[in-house]
């Protein structure tokens, strides 16, 4: 994809309340290809690829987070090289 590629940590209480599976729908929802994963630490990360008003919307929606999750930070990371899927994956 063209457009913008970020990483995300985001931190607060966010494994154990489906906010990797809100994260990829809400990714899906807004045409962005990348990743998603917990994080041993207790945060998730994700990378984020797509037109840049469609990853600044889902930095937004991080923020907030789905119910159940109680969002503290989202801290944007290098990207490094990394290879972006052709779709948005959960990674285990």
């Known amino acids: 994809m063209s457009g913008r590629t970020v990483m995300v940590r985001v931190k607060g209480r966010v494994q154990g309340v489906g906010f990797r599976y809100w994260t990829q729908g809400e990714a ?3 045409g962005l ?3 998603v994963r917990n994080e041993p630490d207790g945060s998730v990360r ?8 469609a990853v600044a919307e889902m930095l937004e929606r991080l923020r907030r987070g789905p119910g159940g999750a109680a969002v503290s930070d989202v801290e944007l990371l290098p990207p490094g090289v990394q290879d972006v899927p ?5 990674l285990r």
């Open 28 to 30: 899906l929802q807004l």
């Open 86 to 90: 052709a779709d948005f994956r959960i």
């Open 46 to 53: 994700a990378l984020l690829d797509g037109p840049d008003g």
């Open 33 to 35: 290809a990348g990743w």
